[in-house]
């Protein structure tokens, strides 16, 4: 079945470790997004993907990074996490013009 | 002046009311239109999108759409206590293809 998947669900990590959010998807989509979003809050567009070798920084500025080396996985990395990146992390894929796009089911971190 | 406005609620209506969730935006480039579910802790959902003047319907849900006066809503009718959540709003935006931008959500409770 196509899906859009995102590891870890939850992470609790100290401040100044590097982490890695996962996000790969089986839809089919060239492009691919990562917004944040705080409890409540709207969500803010950080990086987007046109495909392999695209990223691009969306609106929010953020400390984080991303790559894109296959069309299926679009991971995010924080090199020294801090308590202001406590959040929701989500990803999302939609078809390269398509408008439509589809969210995985997030990733919580908290950063103490 | 945000770019995509929802009053953030909550919304309150009885278990079988029509609940009317509203939405405003400022691009007037913006061509097409979403709705997103999203329970609490979990990730956006597309119930419903639109892209011309009027009313589009899917089972109980209807999204209005008045691009004169930059206004698109939604419509649930016969609500139930699971569409309890919060509905996003989102608009794509002119001259930058298939991003969206998105409003802050109106938080509905259906009472039973």
């Known amino acids: 079945e196509a899906d859009i998947y995102q590891t870890p669900r939850y992470l609790v990590i100290g401040t100044g470790k590097k982490i890695t959010l996962e996000c790969s998807q089986t839809?089919?989509?060239?492009?691919m997004y990562w917004y944040q979003q705080d409890p409540g809050m709207e969500l803010h567009l950080i990086h987007y993907s046109y495909g392999v070798n695209s990223t691009e920084k969306g609106d929010l500025s953020s400390e984080s990074t991303v790559s894109r080396i296959r069309t299926e996985h679009f991971p995010l990395t924080l090199e020294s996490a801090r308590p202001s990146h406590t959040s929701q992390y989500l990803c999302?894929?939609?078809?390269?013009?398509?408008?439509?796009?589809?969210f995985g089911p997030g990733t919580r971190l908290t950063v103490l | 002046q945000k770019e995509v406005e929802q009053n953030s609620g909550p919304l309150s209506v009885p278990e079988g009311a029509i609940a009317s969730l509203n939405c405003t935006y400022s691009?007037?480039?913006?061509?097409?239109f979403f709705w997103y579910r999203q329970y609490s802790g979990k990730s956006p959902e597309l119930i419903m999108f639109?892209?011309?003047?009027g009313d589009k319907e899917d089972g109980r849900f209807t999204a209005q759409l008045n691009k004169a006066s930059q206004y698109v809503s939604l419509l649930i009718r016969d609500s139930q206590p699971s569409d309890s959540a919060t509905y996003l709003c989102a608009v794509t935006r002119n001259n930058a293809g298939n991003m969206l931008t998105f409003g802050g959500g109106t938080r509905l409770m259906v009472k039973p």
């Open positions: 639109i892209y011309s003047n």
């Open positions: 999302a894929s939609s078809e390269l013009w398509g408008l439509r796009q589809f």
């Open positions: 839809m089919g989509h060239d492009k």
């Open positions: 691009d007037r480039g913006s061509q097409s």
